[in-house]
């Protein structure tokens, strides 16, 4: 494998175009929500047990299976090579584990977390690349913003666009007010980083 420069560093990135169309993204839906439903937990993986801790994290959850939805996975694996080509510049990426299907609900949220901690990293394979894609349309819902670092900076998308950042930036969804908030997230892992 040949390794280039990335154009510039920056662990965090949001997508100009969409990365599904509003087709895409229902279709996303119907599978996510015909899947097995569950209580989300906090440091887990699918493949790991976590703890149930509402204080940190509420919201429902279901894995979406490579085979089920081979297309969405190929745009995906696509979409994260040309970034962290062009942005991040991590050595031996690719997709880890199933998509997560998440939705949030009035007063369901996720507080303050890392994805990938220094202590996460020393075990390959690592989480390097952390995506979410809106689902829905954020005029579905109010409240349940994206924000990453600090409070500060809160991530708007719109429908079927994502977002890409190291998984060891830390970042919440604030609680929905109203409606419901859809979207997917997905890990890009490799080996140790350096």
Request: with cysteine.
């Amino acid at each position: 494998m040949i390794f280039t420069e990335p154009r510039w560093k920056s662990y965090i990135v949001t997508t100009d175009d969409p990365i599904f169309s509003p087709e895409q993204c229902e279709d996303i839906i119907r599978v996510g929500k015909n899947l097995p439903q569950e209580d989300a937990k906090t440091g887990t993986t699918k493949d790991q047990k976590g703890i149930k801790d509402y204080k940190i994290r509420k919201t429902t959850i279901s894995w979406i299976p490579f085979n089920r939805m081979p297309m969405m996975y190929k745009t995906l694996e696509s979409w994260g090579t040309k970034i962290n080509n062009n942005h991040f510049g991590f050595d031996g990426i690719q997709i880890g584990e199933p998509a997560q299907f998440t939705q949030y609900s009035k007063q369901k949220h996720y507080d303050w977390h890392s994805d990938s901690s220094f202590e996460f990293s020393k075990q390959p394979p690592v989480r390097k690349i952390s995506m979410s894609v809106l689902l829905n349309n954020p005029k579905d819902f109010k409240g349940g913003e994206l924000q990453l670092i600090d409070s500060k900076k809160v991530i708007p998308l719109k429908q079927g666009h994502g977002i890409f950042f190291a998984s060891f930036i830390p970042h919440r969804v604030l609680p929905v007010k109203k409606g419901n908030r859809i979207s997917m997230v997905l890990w890009f892992n490799g080996p140790s980083l350096k």
